[in-house]
């Protein structure tokens, strides 16, 4: 059971206070409020909660993700809709091996690019792989307890 104010992952909004925790209609909801500033709450079932979000990964999970990331080998798809529907796919699972999948993706797309050997990927390939990376580093810099602008670096020389 998670608490009132307690850091957590949402699935789809990433890094997320519960602000409240509310009886409704006989059945108790999370009052989630997302730390992207989107302004609205989001209700979860406590019931339906694994789904949906987790704790915070401790320092000794985050390691061993980061391991996990230094491993993913380059898998640019070359069907667009099968790439798509991947990411997608991993994008909304909650796992934070999923995260860190299309994180290292984004990582290796941006290596190769920048040493000329092109890869294809459509703005909406990158921007989901941003997302990934955009929500496994915020959790990532609460794990290690590092400033959000000080984990880019720290995580690429990691898993370079």
Not at 7 to 25: F, P, Q
Not at 41 to 69: F, G, T
Not at 136 to 142: H, K, M, S, T, V
């Amino acid at each position: 059971m998670f608490e009132k104010h307690q850091k957590v992952i949402h699935a789809r909004e990433g890094l997320s206070t519960i602000v409240d925790i509310r009886e409704m209609g006989g059945r108790s909801y999370y009052v989630i409020h997302s730390d992207r500033g989107t302004g609205e709450n989001i209700y979860v079932l406590v019931d339906n909660v694994a789904h949906l979000i987790r704790p915070i990964l401790s320092i000794d999970e985050a390691k061993e993700v980061l391991k996990y990331m230094k491993t993913v080998p380059a898998e640019f798809i070359s069907n667009t809709k099968q790439r798509r529907d991947q990411y997608k796919k991993r994008l909304l699972s909650g796992s934070v091996l999923d995260l860190a999948y299309l994180s290292r993706q984004l990582y290796l797309y941006n290596y190769y690019n920048a040493n000329g050997q092109p890869v294809k990927l459509g703005p909406t390939d990158v921007q989901m792989l941003k997302d990934a990376e955009t929500i496994l580093f915020d959790e990532l810099a609460i794990s290690f307890g590092k400033p959000r602008e000080e984990i880019v670096e720290y995580i690429s020389e990691l898993i370079a």
